[in-house]
């Protein structure tokens, strides 16, 4: 059964940082493209950051130039540096495949939630 577990969020100020970290079990990991969405409350789930099965990432807009996406595939997982911290920023974040890739998801993790204060 595969299995996403987020962690790492938390209450940080305008400015700060957060590394978030996502383990992937039970299935396999090396070759898929991964990336980092987030969620606030009513809206859709939005994809902040993505890296191919070759380390190369891209970014969204809002969060290029402050957040970096990394790989460890001996450890199956993906973690997302998150710096300069904005207000904007809260959301919860999950971790999956990258959905422009692929149509069928791993089952989504519990997310890590994210609140940045101003």
């Known amino acids: 059964q595969v299995q996403l577990v987020e962690s790492g969020g938390g209450l940080v100020q305008t400015g700060g940082s957060l590394r978030l970290s996502c383990v992937v079990s039970g299935s396999s990991f090396t070759g898929f493209a991964m990336a980092w969405y987030r969620q606030t409350p009513g809206n859709q789930r939005e994809l902040v950051a993505r890296i191919d099965s070759r380390n190369n990432p891209t970014y969204a807009d809002s969060v290029k130039g402050r957040f970096t996406i990394s790989r460890m595939n001996v450890r199956k997982t993906v973690s997302l540096q998150m710096d300069s911290l904005k207000p904007e920023d809260t959301a919860v974040y999950f971790c999956?495949?990258?959905?422009?890739?692929?149509?069928?998801?791993?089952?989504w993790g519990q997310g890590t939630q994210v609140t940045v204060s101003s």
């Open positions: 999956n495949k990258d959905q422009r890739v692929y149509s069928n998801l791993f089952p």
